[in-house]
């Protein structure tokens, strides 16, 4: 029932903005109004759907500042548009009046929505059986962290590993770090070759079948051909296949079993509602 997702997906979003109060900070006033730095996340949060967190680094200053900008300007037109009598045209009332009415069922169904999910309970047992019903949704697979050295030629990589094999822990991978910086051709140079944590089938096969065959600490005694040419990998750790504990994901489970609940509580709701109506078409 699309009406029904709908409300369940509204309200999702209601309880994430409710559950998170930013503490207001003033960045600047306007005719004494003050705008804040909950003002601008509000609307930073708006323009990106939410997904401020996800805009690049070097993006989020420029961002805030256009917003800030812009929440001056509009400060300064709403002063100016009160000063000539704006707010008392027959334009502004009806237009006002059009979107109150809009907004105050937007607003009744947010906060009705909200009641009835805060009604919902889940039981210790419910969230445990879930859990113990579920572990394979919780696994995390075995990942390995490595680094790697890419070169061009098979008798290159020859030469790094000749220049390492004689090395142990720190001592070689510092120098593998050192060597990755200078010659290797892969994006990753920049951070000593290091490739972060992969699980299996993240990586082309022969590159993969090698890494996970390593031990932590390790570096690979002959080449490693991939299409993208030769590789010598060093292994900086690896995790073994684990399972998140239970309190670990039990609020994420109460969560989902509050939503399912709910939804299921809408589904009939509205069909209770629908026969009490009176409906025409």
């Given at each position: 029932?699309?009406?029904?997702?709908?409300?369940?997906?509204s309200?999702?979003?209601?309880?994430?903005?409710?559950?998170?109060?930013?503490?207001?900070?003033?960045?600047?006033?306007?005719?004494?109004?003050a705008?804040?730095?909950?003002d601008v996340?509000?609307?930073?949060?708006?323009?990106?759907?939410?997904?401020?967190?996800?805009?690049p680094?070097?993006?989020?200053?420029?961002f805030?500042?256009?917003?800030?900008?812009?929440?001056?300007?509009?400060?300064?037109?709403f002063g100016?548009?009160?000063?000539?009598?704006?707010?008392?045209?027959?334009?502004?009332?009806?237009?006002?009046?059009?979107?109150?009415?809009r907004?105050?069922?937007?607003?009744?169904?947010?906060?009705?929505?909200?009641?009835?999910?805060?009604?919902?309970?889940?039981?210790?047992?419910?969230?445990?059986?879930?859990?113990?019903?579920?572990?394979?949704?919780?696994?995390?697979n075995?990942?390995?962290n490595?680094?790697?050295?890419?070169?061009?030629?098979?008798?290159?990589?020859?030469?790094?590993?000749?220049?390492?094999?004689s090395?142990?822990?720190?001592?070689?991978?510092?120098k593998?770090?050192e060597i990755?910086?200078?010659k290797?051709t892969?994006?990753?140079?920049?951070?000593?070759?290091?490739?972060g944590?992969?699980?299996?089938?993240?990586?082309?096969p022969?590159?993969?079948n090698?890494?996970?065959?390593?031990k932590?600490?390790?570096?690979?005694?002959?080449?490693?051909?991939?299409?993208?040419?030769?590789?010598v990998?060093?292994?900086?750790?690896?995790?073994?296949?684990?399972?998140?504990?239970?309190?670990?994901?039990?609020?994420?489970?109460?969560?989902?079993?509050?939503?399912?609940?709910?939804?299921?509580?809408?589904?009939?709701?509205?069909?209770?509602?629908?026969?009490?109506?009176?409906?025409k078409q």
């Amino acid at each position: 029932m699309k009406t029904v997702t709908k409300i369940v997906a509204s309200l999702a979003i209601l309880s994430t903005i409710s559950a998170s109060a930013a503490q207001t900070q003033t960045l600047v006033t306007v005719n004494g109004t003050a705008i804040t730095q909950q003002d601008v996340d509000k609307e930073l949060m708006a323009a990106t759907q939410g997904r401020f967190n996800q805009v690049p680094a070097e993006k989020q200053s420029e961002f805030r500042k256009q917003v800030l900008e812009q929440l001056v300007a509009m400060e300064l037109i709403f002063g100016d548009a009160k000063s000539r009598g704006v707010l008392e045209s027959k334009d502004f009332k009806e237009k006002y009046q059009e979107i109150t009415k809009r907004i105050e069922k937007e607003i009744a169904t947010q906060v009705w929505q909200k009641q009835e999910l805060d009604k919902i309970k889940i039981t210790e047992k419910e969230l445990k059986d879930y859990y113990d019903a579920n572990k394979d949704e919780f696994a995390e697979n075995e990942s390995v962290n490595a680094r790697h050295i890419l070169v061009k030629e098979e008798s290159e990589a020859k030469s790094v590993i000749a220049e390492l094999k004689s090395l142990k822990g720190d001592a070689l991978k510092n120098k593998f770090i050192e060597i990755a910086k200078a010659k290797s051709t892969c994006s990753s140079a920049a951070n000593g070759g290091d490739l972060g944590y992969f699980t299996e089938g993240q990586m082309v096969p022969e590159f993969n079948n090698k890494a996970f065959s390593m031990k932590a600490k390790e570096m690979t005694m002959e080449p490693v051909k991939t299409q993208f040419g030769y590789h010598v990998i060093y292994i900086e750790d690896k995790k073994a296949k684990t399972t998140k504990s239970f309190s670990e994901v039990k609020s994420f489970i109460e969560q989902r079993l509050k939503m399912e609940k709910f939804k299921t509580f809408m589904q009939a709701k509205i069909q209770e509602l629908h026969k009490k109506a009176v409906i025409k078409q």
